[in-house]
């Protein structure tokens, strides 16, 4: 018997379609703490764990980081099938995202080689798709329809809290019991927390929702037109070149002479400008046309990246940091919000899969390439330079649109 299939029968006992406990407030909490937890055992534990993997294996840094890296592009490829699934029977996805996230988890703490350590995580990505942002995105935008901005604000914001509790607690593990043993708390930590929390509290069916046929109506005609297209490649764009520059920001902060705990403090700044971000968005009337959102996020990030680039004094280097971890910090409520902005929000899961696959895959690559181009151009300045070039061009891409 599938996980899928133990899921269904589960499922079937509980037939009302609405939460099953407290109602929106106690789904939205619980969605908020699963974000913490998914975030900090699937995507930011590996992170810290790297290093310690490759010592006690033998595997290289880049043998590991290329599995991780396969990891991401799988969860960008899963995001366009997750997403439809998620418009149909959001509960049973979730939930089996969770269990798969955990098996995987556990996989990667067994496997001996390098190939079964990728094939783990691999599979761990198709359990991101299936429980981080666009999972909760969709789930969010369907539950609160017309006031989803600020649930989708404070789930990011929780969000991002994940590194700064997952991070040190994996790196106390990782030195006290391994990453083996380390990864296999995190396992039953992580399906202690989300199989229970979304059984109990994230919908069986989205009673709104019309028939199906009207459903893949709306999404064939989204998908139809030049306008999904030029968004969908606007923000990639928007998301690749931010991600290329912010990700990189420690070798390229030692590069313009700051010591490496303050190049750390670079991207620390750029963590705490996203949240910054975030709050932002939340708090600007969004009365204007939906393309007002993402053509500002090209136009400063542009500025904020390019400042980066030219800055040489440490208070210009961390101002800009704060800045493009801002730009970068609402692009991501500007992607949640973009297909429901502009198609509603009756196919939302299945356009938000196909509209975030190319984000994730490129933003999945974004700091390889900019070590790749560093490498070629000599500089990390050239790299930051030509991300804000890349930044204007998708925020002037998605004009009008």
Same mark, same amino acid.
């Given at each position: ?7 269904d029968r589960?499922?079937?006992?509980s ?7 407290? %109602?929106k407030? $106690?789904? /939205?909490? +619980?969605? *908020?703490?699963t974000? @913490?937890v998914?975030w900090? =055992?699937?995507y930011?534990a590996v992170l810290v764990?790297?290093?310690?993997i490759?010592?006690d294996?033998?595997w290289?840094d880049?043998?590991?980081f290329?599995a991780?890296?396969a990891?991401?592009l799988s ?7 997750v997403g439809?699934?998620l418009?149909?029977?959001p509960r049973?996805?979730?939930?089996s995202?969770a269990?798969? %996230?955990?098996? $995987?988890? /556990?996989? +990667?703490? *067994?496997?001996q080689? @390098?190939?079964?350590?990728? =094939?783990?995580?691999?599979v761990?990505?198709a359990a991101?798709?299936a429980v981080?942002?666009?999972?909760a995105?969709?789930?969010i935008?369907?539950r ?5 901005r ?8 929780a969000g991002?809290l994940?590194?700064t509790?997952f991070?040190p ?9 391994g990453?083996?043993? $380390?990864f296999?708390i ?5 399906a202690g927390?989300?199989v229970?929390?979304y059984f109990l509290?994230v919908e069986?069916v ?8 009207a459903?893949n ?6 998908l139809q037109s030049?306008r999904?297209?030029l968004l969908?490649?606007?923000l990639?764009?928007?998301s690749?070149?931010?991600g ?6 420690v070798?390229a ?5 700051l010591?490496?705990p ?7 700044l750029?963590?705490?400008?996203q949240?910054?971000?975030r ?5 600007v ?5 939906p ?18 680039a ?8 961390f ?5 493009a ?6 692009f ?13 929000t009756?196919a939302?899961?299945?356009?938000n899969?196909m509209?975030?696959?190319?984000i994730s ?8 390439a ?11 300045q050239a790299?930051?330079?030509s991300m804000?070039a890349?930044?204007?061009a998708g925020?002037?891409l998605?004009?009008?649109?």
């Amino acid at each position: 018997m599938t996980v899928t299939d133990l899921v269904d029968r589960s499922c079937a006992r509980s037939t009302h379609p609405s939460l099953s406990i407290s %109602g929106k407030g $106690a789904g /939205l909490l +619980a969605m *908020a703490i699963t974000q @913490i937890v998914a975030w900090g =055992a699937l995507y930011y534990a590996v992170l810290v764990a790297a290093p310690a993997i490759a010592g006690d294996t033998g595997w290289t840094d880049r043998e590991v980081f290329l599995a991780i890296t396969a990891g991401l592009l799988s969860s960008a490829v899963c995001a366009i099938a997750v997403g439809r699934w998620l418009d149909r029977h959001p509960r049973r996805v979730m939930v089996s995202g969770a269990v798969l %996230g955990t098996l $995987a988890m /556990l996989g +990667a703490a *067994a496997s001996q080689n @390098i190939w079964t350590f990728a =094939a783990a995580w691999i599979v761990c990505g198709a359990a991101q798709a299936a429980v981080l942002y666009q999972a909760a995105f969709t789930v969010i935008t369907h539950r609160y329809r017309s006031d989803r901005r600020g649930p989708l604000t404070l789930v990011t914001l929780a969000g991002g809290l994940a590194s700064t509790i997952f991070a040190p607690l994996t790196g106390w593990l990782v030195v006290e019991v391994g990453w083996r043993v $380390a990864f296999a708390i995190l396992a039953v930590i992580l399906a202690g927390v989300l199989v229970p929390v979304y059984f109990l509290t994230v919908e069986r069916v989205w009673p709104h929702l019309e028939a199906s046929a009207a459903t893949n109506g709306a999404s064939r005609r989204a998908l139809q037109s030049t306008r999904f297209w030029l968004l969908t490649v606007a923000l990639a764009l928007l998301s690749f070149s931010l991600g290329a520059a912010t990700l990189s920001a420690v070798p390229a902060s030692v590069e313009k002479g700051l010591d490496l705990p303050s190049a750390s403090w670079v991207l620390g700044l750029i963590g705490a400008g996203q949240i910054l971000g975030r709050v932002l968005y939340l708090a600007v009337p969004h009365r204007s046309a939906p393309w007002i959102a993402p053509a500002v996020v090209g136009a400063l990030g542009a500025a904020s990246l390019a400042g980066y680039a030219v800055a040489r004094e440490p208070g210009w280097i961390f101002a800009a940091a704060i800045l493009a971890g801002a730009v970068r910090g609402a692009f991501t409520l500007v992607q949640a919000s973009a297909v429901s902005d502009r198609w509603g929000t009756t196919a939302y899961g299945r356009l938000n899969g196909m509209l975030a696959a190319p984000i994730s895959a490129l933003t999945a690559l974004a700091p390889g390439a900019a070590a790749v181009l560093a490498g070629l151009w000599g500089s990390y300045q050239a790299v930051s330079l030509s991300m804000a070039a890349i930044c204007l061009a998708g925020g002037l891409l998605v004009v009008r649109r």
